[in-house]
């Protein structure tokens, strides 16, 4: 099974507050999990990635919280900002394969 | 700018036609990789070059077909196409060819090329 789940499907924010989307796995084969960041028009971009031998990754405003027991992990998005509106895609790598979640639409009311 | 460049940007095309997306990878890269992004089914691997042969395959269709050449540039190109291709499709690029991920961490999207099929 490479699926990889991910909610919610869109997200609308106040500016300041926290954005969390969540992703589910059930292949125990997958040992790397990015997130991406697209936005309208462009192509997807690394955003932050992390190990399943560490449980979290903070990397300024935005961590990765993973539960190697549960399957799971999320980006928490903390002070979310307008320019932070975006897709957002979870992934995780199986093989020479990068598997991606469905993609979360994030909106941050200004 | 990731450094990876699609061409056509957007295709307007009608059923049964055949049609053929360009992708040029960041300079040094070996791998390319083709996805195809559809709003119901987020972005699916299709298949993966490194250096001139095919390294990985995913949910590639029969009537798609992919090449790396020479000068490491790749094509993807679908025929007998169908409303349900209609999509965008994205090629990236990497430095290598396996376990890219846990070294790297990334993979450099182009721009996407929109295909819409009538």
């Known amino acids: 099974q490479q699926q990889v789940k991910q909610s919610p499907q869109s997200l609308i924010v106040q500016k300041g507050g926290i954005s969390i989307i969540n992703c589910a796995y059930e292949n125990t084969a997958f040992d790397y999990f990015p997130w991406y960041q697209q936005f309208p028009g462009k192509g997807p971009a690394l955003l932050i990635a992390i190990r399943p031998d560490v449980s979290e990754k903070k990397e300024g405003r935005f961590t990765i919280s993973f539960n190697k027991s549960a399957k799971q992990f999320s980006l928490h998005i903390m002070d979310s900002q307008p320019g932070d509106s975006a897709t957002y895609f979870c992934?995780?790598?199986?093989?020479?394969?990068?598997?991606f979640g469905a993609g979360t639409i994030l909106r941050v009311k200004s | 700018d990731s450094g990876v460049t699609q061409t056509p940007k957007h295709l307007i095309t009608a059923t049964g036609q055949r049609v053929t997306l360009r992708c040029s990878p960041r300079?040094?890269?070996?791998?390319v990789y083709w996805y195809q992004q559809s709003l119901d089914q987020g972005l699916q691997f299709l298949i993966q070059?490194?250096?001139?042969?095919?390294?990985a395959k995913g949910n590639i269709l029969e009537r798609f077909s992919a090449q790396q050449f020479p000068d490491l540039h790749s094509e993807l190109n679908l025929s007998s196409l169908e409303l349900g291709d209609s999509a965008l499709y994205f090629c990236?690029?990497?430095?290598?060819?396996?376990?890219?991920?846990?070294?790297?961490?990334?993979?450099?999207f182009g721009e996407g090329s929109r295909l819409t099929v009538l």
């Open positions: 992934a995780a790598e199986y093989g020479n394969k990068l598997v």
């Open positions: 070059y490194y250096n001139g042969e095919e390294r």
């Open positions: 300079s040094g890269d070996l791998s």
């Open positions: 990236a690029s990497s430095a290598q060819g396996t376990r890219v991920f846990i070294d790297t961490g990334e993979l450099f």
